[in-house]
């Protein structure tokens, strides 16, 4: 199976570099032109399956996609939720007294969603979900967090190193099941 996972279009500019999760924010004006030229480049590309977060701003980088008619909508592809601690900065964060030492810890000294469950939920979507569907090429439109996850358990990389991977706003990483590789392109 090769799975084509689309990190969204860029965010509304309050947003741009900060822990969105489960923010329902929109595409900035850019973000909306960038998704309409990676969806050109995918006009002619059959997918078998197509998944989209159930986010406003990876739906919106969809809907420019001939491919967003047959699209499943769902919660299990958000990024991590940071609770109290979303729609702010590193900078705004720390001035809250929350120091970092190193990523797991920051990761843990955030609020939301536990960051075990988190990359539970990727696996299971991936792992258990998606491999029965029997298909041949899927197409995810998703979050950079959900791709880095999903890169850090086929790679056996840490967290940290595969969130140290750049994925700028829809770049686009293909995913082969059989090699177990992975190959981005940043558009």
Known sequence: MKITLVRHGEVQTPFIGKYN???????????????????KLFTCKEFDLVYCSDLRRAKETLQAFVQA???????????????????????????????????????????????????????????????????????VITHAGVIRVLMAIVQNLSLEEAFALALPYTSYTIYDTNLKTFSTIKT
């Open 21 to 39: 999760g489960h923010n329902d924010i929109g595409l900035s004006d850019k973000g909306k032109e960038e998704a309409l030229m990676l969806a």
């Open 69 to 139: 008619k047959n699209a499943v909508f769902t919660e299990k592809l958000r990024e991590k939720s940071w609770g109290k601690h979303e729609g702010l900065g590193f900078d705004e964060i720390t001035a809250q007294g929350i120091v970092y030492k190193n990523f797991s810890q920051w990761i843990e000294a955030l609020d939301g969603e536990n960051y075990k469950e988190y990359v539970q939920r990727v696996k299971k979507f991936f792992f258990e979900e998606l491999v029965i569907q029997k298909a041949d090429n899927v197409l």
